[in-house]
T-cell receptor
Framework: GQQLNQSPQSMFIQEGEDVSMNCTSS?????WLWYKQDPGEGPVLLIA?????ELTSNGRLTAQFGITRKDSFLNISASIPSDVGIYFC??????????FGEGTQLTVNP | NAGVTQTPKFQVLKTGQSMTLQCAQD?????MYWYRQDPGMGLRLIYY???????DKGEVPNGYNVSRLNKREFSLRLESAAPSQTSVYFC???????????????FGAGTRLSVL
């Protein structure tokens, strides 16, 4: 089946720093989604990407759908303490179910 | 807007006990899903229901059963709980089945289950 490799597994950064995380797959996807999970809550959708090469922003977050359709990255600029949480990528290809990465645990030190 | 509501939020069971996790959505979505989340393993699909009246196995269905009671509700049952089923369980729903592009899944807050 399809598998996603998400990296890094965890990040410890200072407030104000920029963050970058990515997901790669051996299979192509038609859709990439990025979710954030706050402690004790369910994942919440941050950004959805539907076309190869697409670059989409949501406030301080920017995500891109890789040209090869096998990867995606998420950048967070000028991090703040409330950015703490687990970030998940998820990929979808027609005819298959949503596949999730293992998550990136982000810690922001004030 | 309630979105996806899961009950209970926390549960402790003894090995061999049974229980049902409840999930309801108020977004008129066609598809519903049950996932489990374990440390370092992301979200793994247990069962899903593409539409009312249908259910299918996901990646890790063993030890679980589901019922799509109506369009709004999708329950997950553990018939004989085992310690390996200690996990956080999430219900999700989407407007379209998972194999259509632009499917986006919305999640509940989770049920934290411990099996002793």
């Amino acid at each position: 089946g399809q598998q996603l490799n998400q990296s890094p597994q965890s990040m410890f950064i200072q407030e104000g720093e920029d963050v970058s995380m990515n997901c790669t797959s051996s299979s192509i996807f038609n859709t990439w989604l990025w979710y954030k999970q706050d402690p004790g809550e369910g994942p919440v959708l941050l950004i959805a990407l539907y076309k190869a090469g697409e670059l989409t922003s949501n406030g301080r977050l920017t995500a891109q759908f890789g040209i090869t359709r096998k990867d995606s990255f998420l950048n967070i600029s000028a991090s703040i303490p409330s950015d703490v949480g687990i970030y998940f990528c998820a990929g979808l290809f027609s005819g298959s179910r949503l596949t999730f990465g293992e998550g990136t645990q982000l810690t922001v030190n004030p | 807007n309630a979105g996806v509501t899961q009950t209970p939020k926390f549960q402790v069971l003894k090995t061999g006990q049974s229980m049902t996790l409840q999930c309801a959505q108020d977004m008129n979505h066609n598809s519903m899903y049950w996932y489990r989340q374990d440390p370092g393993m992301g979200l793994r699909l247990i069962y899903y229901s593409a539409s009312e009246g249908t259910t299918d196995k996901g990646e890790v269905p063993n030890g679980y059963n589901v019922s799509r009671l109506n369009k709004r509700e999708f329950s997950l049952r553990l018939e004989s709980a085992a310690p390996s089923q200690t996990s956080v369980y999430f219900c999700a729903s989407s407007e379209a089945p998972g194999w259509e592009a632009k499917n986006i899944q919305y999640f509940g807050a989770g049920t934290r289950l411990s099996v002793l």
